[in-house]
């Protein structure tokens, strides 16, 4: 069955075969792969985060599972904002670096770490602890990078809610595989950002205006960006304050990791760590609803 990024290559393709002068692509966007498998989830604790993460990713069949040799990868983290790794405001690096770090050893042909961010790029890219992260692997085939604001295209997207056409940024839906690494946190406005609001940083656009509708908006953009495996750092969570957090008081310590094919289902279970049911949390419940993974966590497969 042909997957979601040969699928919009091919409406690329063809848009510009066509000829037409600013064409945008009708993307009819197939079922996300992990929705029609039944949910899975896997919840990992522990103080050595490296090693967490390979028994996290482990548990789910290992990063084999979801990159195959030779495939071009991005890692998407939460590099959002200009903070040290305490204040639990982005990725912590040593997820990001150690996920990168198993997709070369699947043997990926390129993998690429980049975000959107709400500071300046450059001082959070550092302040974050990330680009040194990924630099210090020290291989060809992995790299951060800044994103082109050339590489943005609006496409249409036919079965939208609160949007029915956005920017976005291609890089990110043409590779072959779409990791997402979002941190766990509090959001002024969405009460939570997870797995599906980590996704805004690959999209253009004015991020602003999806606020005003943020449940269908976040559901609208993640039918067009399947992220193939979310990974939900909650080593250490922010409480209050979010999403850029700024005091050492509002963050605790969790050395949780949840992982799941299903965006929607891995946020789930993250929002019971903030002493939510999935059910409170209105992203979730309109992910939900677009297919995209389940929330009554007493149907999930836990492994």
């Known amino acids: 069955m042909i997957d979601r990024r040969q699928f919009i290559r091919q409406c690329l393709h063809t848009a510009g075969a066509a000829g037409v002068a600013g064409a945008v692509p009708q993307l009819l966007l197939p079922t996300p792969a992990g929705a029609a498998q039944g949910s899975v989830l896997v919840v990992r604790r522990g103080e050595d985060i490296p090693l967490l993460v390979r028994q996290t990713l482990d548990a789910l069949g290992g990063m084999g599972r979801f990159v195959r040799p030779g495939e071009t990868v991005v890692v998407k983290p939460n590099i959002g904002w200009d903070r040290p790794v305490e204040m639990a405001a982005n ?13 070369l050893e699947a ?8 975000d959107r961010t709400c500071n300046d790029p450059r001082r959070c890219y550092v302040s974050s602890g990330i680009q040194q992260a990924v630099n210090s692997l020290n291989s060809s085939k992995a790299k951060i990078v800044h994103m082109d604001r050339r590489a943005y295209r609006e496409l249409d997207i036919p079965s939208g809610k609160a949007l029915n056409r956005w920017s976005f940024y291609m890089p990110a839906l043409e590779a ?8 766990a946190k509090h959001h002024s406005i969405s009460t939570l950002t997870l797995g599906m609001k980590n996704l805004m940083g690959v999209i253009g656009g004015n991020r ?3 606020h005003r509708k943020i449940a269908e908006s976040l559901a609208d953009l993640n039918s067009v960006i399947h992220s193939d495996l979310t990974l939900i750092d909650a080593t250490r969570i922010l409480l209050a304050n979010g999403p850029q957090g700024g005091r050492l008081e509002d963050v605790e310590i969790r050395n949780t990791l949840i992982a799941s094919p299903q965006v929607v289902t891995a946020d ?9 049911q999935p059910q409170q949390i209105e992203t979730i419940v309109a992910g939900h609803q677009r297919g995209l993974g389940e929330i009554n966590l007493a149907k999930v497969k836990q492994l």
């Open 268 to 276: 789930a279970y993250a929002a019971t760590l903030f002493g939510y």
């Open 107 to 114: 043997g990926a042909g390129k993998v690429q770490v980049f």
């Open 208 to 210: 602003g205006m999806l």
């Open 91 to 103: 990725t912590h690096p040593l997820v990001v670096q150690t996920v990168v770090q198993l997709c």
């Open 176 to 183: 072959d595989r779409l990791i997402n690494l979002p941190v």
